[in-house]
């Protein structure tokens, strides 16, 4: 009962924090937009994966709460994109070099 | 005063919150696959889907991401204002949340409409006469972006029973001082009633909780979605 009080009554974070973060995502949102006007080929794809892995990250964390989580929330979430990235990765590999 | 009674109202926290962040996974490996999908494709058709993503209108998808972003913002600050015990700004900005995944739906409405209007849908005539990479750049934005269209309507319906529960006050409880002394005599009860209003209202946090992390996934994946189908032309 105790670890479970514990863990609903954690230190609310400041609002101003959300805003924070909200601000971070809209100028990814502005610079993700900008770099794909400047026609960079194909290191345009991967700037644009980058910045969205960013501003998903920032929402991960701050949003959903998983910087605050207890560890076990985290090492889930790895298990589970791990997993994701090795289906990816093998099966993408698999047909580029089939 | 029992504890038996008190221990029985305690929501399990830790457990409700783990079930759900597994059924998020099954989420990320139902869009993961798509992703796939599309990457697969694109490195086939480079050209084709380099052309398509043209056509679709930046301006519309731009908007999208902020409203998405934005609503994702009000989630998170009706679960910081449930935290503080404000119900009443908690429920607010769940109602802002509810009305701007509408005006997502609504821009998404027209976008749509507008691309049939033009005879662009799966398996239309206009589209049979272009490219197979052009139709697989459809076929796959039709999909995908529909099926997370899917999922803002049941988050919009999970927040419609969240605004609900929070609108609604957990059991009152009235202070033992309070009381005749008929009625403290029966004092047992009320102090079981001081932990049950506890306990609900932490069973209110922990379910927004868990909306809300339902709701941050579904802009998580249109973050994704946003750069593959709108920019990368």
Redesign the interface.
Known sequence: MNANAHAANRQPLPLTTYVTVWVALLMLTGLTITVASLHLGAWSVLAAIIIATVKGTLVLLYFMHLLHEERVFKVMLFLALFTLTIILVLTYADVLLR | MSDAAV?EY?????GS??GM??FL?TE??LF??M??LY??YR?KNTGDFHYASLNLD?VTG?IN??IL??S??T???AI?ML??RDRKRSLYFILITIALGLVFLVNKYFEWSHKIHHGIYPGSVELTGRTSGENLFYALYFLMTGLHGLHVIAGLVVLGFMAKMVATPSRQSVPVTALTPDARAGATTVLVEYAEHDALD?QK??RL?NA??YW??V??IW??L???FY???
């Open positions: 221990h305690h929501p399990d926290v830790k919150k783990i962040w597994l996974f990320l490996l993961g696959g992703f796939l990457s697969v490195a930046l731009a991401t902020v972003l934005t994702s913002l989630m998170v600050l910081g935290e503080r932490q946090l922990i909780e809300g992390l941050h996934l802009d998580v973050i994704f946003f750069p593959l920019l990368i032309s």
